[in-house]
T-cell receptor, first 113, second 112 residues
Framework: NAGVTQTPKFRILKIGQSMTLQCTQDMNHNYMYWYRQDPGMGLKLIYYSVGAGITDKGEVPNGYNVSRSTTEDFPLRLELAAPSQTSVYFC????????????FGPGTRLTVL | RKEVEQDPGPFNVPEGATVAFNCTYSNSASQSFFWYRQDCRKEPKLLMSVYSSGNEDGRFTAQLNRASQYISLLIRDSKLSDSATYLCVVTAGGTSYGKLTFGQGTILTVHP
């Protein structure tokens, strides 16, 4: 199993551009999450999903959108990129009734200039 | 007050030392508690869950005090490979099952 995979690994955007961060998991997990991590800070939840077709906002959803059409995929869309969105983005997944363990992807480092 | 608060450190200790990290959380309805480890420029990985009775995994011991809303992690006989950031993590109570709240992390450097 590959676990949680994310693409791209790195990306530089100009202000106002848009992009989609891809996330795929092959563990048949129902729960999926998107976090951002700013330097020296903890992870902040952007959006999460409890199953295909169901998504909900986390702590910092502004400027982002998500969709969950399949169990495996949970893409994160950035519209009109801003310098404040420069961060490392982690996707994670967990089982339906987790003991809490979330499995993280390797992250996407995004810079907005 | 932050939902999950940790001493950011950094902690610099020699090999073989014992080091303890503390964490407090503000939501008394929190249900599950964990320590994650994050190596430099890598993703977080689960180190251990924290149970009310306390639990041990090799050189690592985790304790939970629900009355004081306090979690601790003790590392004995530190190794160079223990150098990392340690994240205190708490799940929300109520209907937010599965959503994790992370502390900002405690940086540990173990030197020869």
């Amino acid at each position: 199993n590959a676990g949680v995979t994310q693409t791209p690994k790195f990306r530089i955007l100009k202000i106002g551009q848009s992009m989609t961060l891809q996330c795929t998991q092959d563990m048949n997990h129902n729960y999926m999450y998107w976090y951002r991590q700013d330097p020296g800070m903890g992870l902040k939840l952007i959006y999460y999903s409890v199953g295909a077709g169901i998504t909900d906002k986390g702590e910092v959803p502004n400027g982002y959108n998500v969709s969950r059409s399949t169990t495996e995929d949970f893409p994160l869309r950035l519209e009109l990129a801003a310098p404040s969105q420069t961060s490392v983005y982690f996707c994670a997944s967990s089982a339906v009734r987790p003991r809490g363990e979330q499995f993280f992807g390797p992250g996407t480092r995004l810079t907005v200039l | 007050r932050k939902e999950v608060e940790q001493d950011p450190g950094p902690f610099n200790v020699p090999e073989g030392a014992t080091v303890a990290f503390n964490c407090t959380y503000s939501n008394s309805a929190s249900q599950s508690f964990f320590w994650y480890r994050q190596d430099c420029r890598k993703e977080p990985k689960l180190l251990m869950s924290v149970y009310s009775s306390g639990n041990e995994d090799g050189r690592f011991t985790a304790q939970l005090n629900r009355a004081s809303q306090y979690i601790s992690l003790l590392i004995r006989d530190s190794k160079l490979s223990d150098s990392a950031t340690y994240l205190c993590v708490v799940t929300a109570g109520g209907t937010s099952y599965g959503k994790l709240t992370f502390g900002q992390g405690t940086i540990l450097t173990v030197h020869p």
